[in-house]
């Protein structure tokens, strides 16, 4: 079993930084996926940044140049680097871990319904 709670979430204002912490717990080591999804109210999860089993980081399109996502520890830890916030940026977040993989999940790295273990989420709210 895999534990995964996230921490720094927070508000702040348009053009603001946040840094998201997610501590795996549990058996959890290198071979796993791990993601950063978000929901906002009356909107479907959505994948923001991944990084794969291989160390291949994906993002989505709205967040490239701005998001970093990264990883010490042998994934035990994972951060997702906001920049530059907007309130589109406005939704729970929620760290995702999947494995242990033989292969990365590729494409489908963003892709939710590939992850088994889900965290409880941290807030962020961007104002304008």
């Known amino acids: 079993q895999v534990q995964l709670v996230e921490s720094g979430g927070g508000s702040v204002q348009t053009g603001g930084s946040l840094r998201l912490f997610c501590a795996a717990s549990?058996?959890?080591?290198?071979?796993?996926?791990m993601g950063w999804f978000r929901q906002a109210p009356g909107k479907e999860r959505e994948g923001v940044a991944a990084?794969?089993?291989?160390?291949?980081?994906s993002y989505t399109d709205s967040v490239k140049g701005r998001f970093t996502i990264s990883q010490e520890n042998a994934k035990k830890t994972l951060y997702l680097q906001m920049n530059s916030l907007k309130p589109e940026d406005t939704a729970m977040y929620y760290c995702?871990?999947?494995?242990?993989?033989?292969?990365?999940?590729?494409?489908?790295?963003?892709?939710?319904?590939?992850?088994?273990?889900w965290g409880q989420g941290t807030q962020v709210t961007v104002s304008s």
């Open positions: 995702a871990a999947e494995g242990p993989r033989r292969y990365g999940l590729g494409v489908s790295a963003l892709a939710s319904r590939w992850y088994s273990y």
């Open positions: 549990g058996y959890i080591d290198s071979r796993y996926s």
């Open positions: 990084i794969d089993s291989d160390g291949t980081t």
